[in-house]
C-alpha cells in the first residue's frame, strides 16, 4: 500500500492512496483520527504562523467536505434505512449542515483575519462532539445491522478518491 504522511510534532496516521478492503466505520473513524491530528497540529502553531495555519486549515477543511460528502451521500442513507433511527440521523445531517457553514467561512478568510482562530476552534469543537455521537450511538447501531459494511467501505473510498473539489 502506498501511504503518504505528513510531518509535525506528532505523526498523524499515513492517509490510504489507493483503494483497500476495509468497512465502512474503520475508514469514518480513521478520516476521525487524521483530522483530529491536522487540529492539534493546528494549535500548536503560533500566532504569527499565517501561511501554516492556512495551509492546514484549508486541508482541515479539505477533508472533512470530502468526509462530509461520502457520509451523507452514501453511509448515512443506508444506515437510516438500516436502524430506522430517523432522530440520530438527522441530528447528524444538522451538524453536517453547521460545520460546512463554518468551512465556506474560514475557506473564504484570510488567516490574519480577525476570528479566523475562533471559527477553527469552534470547528474543531464542533467535529469532536460530532465523531463522539457517531463512534459512541451512529457506528455501534450500525454494526448490529444486517449492513454490508465491507462493500460500504469499498463504495465510499472509491468515492472519496474520486472527488475533485474546485480550487480555493
Known sequence: MTT??????RMPKPIPTETQPQDAITLLVEDHEHVKAMFEQYEKLGDRA????????????????????IEEEIFYPAVREATKD???????????????????????????????????????EMIEHHVGE??????PKARKTKLDLEAL????????ESIQLPPI
Do not use: N, W
Not at 4 to 9: H, L
Not at 50 to 69: G, W
Open 86 to 124: 430517523e432522530d440520530l440521523m438527522d441530528e447528524a445531517v444538522v451538524e453536517h449542515a453547521s460545520a460546512k457553514d463554518l468551512i465556506a467561512q474560514i475557506q473564504s478568510m484570510e488567516p490574519t483575519d480577525d476570528l479566523y482562530d475562533a471559527k477553527v476552534k469552534v470547528l474543531s
Open 50 to 69: 499565517h501561511v501554516s495555519k492556512q495551509k492546514l486549515a484549508l486541508q482541515i477543511c479539505e477533508a472533512l467536505t470530502k468526509h462530509t460528502m
Open 134 to 139: 457517531e463512534e459512541g450511538e451512529m457506528f
Open 153 to 160: 467501505g469499498e463504495q465510499m473510498a472509491a468515492r472519496k
Open 4 to 9: 503518504t504522511t505528513q510531518t509535525s510534532g
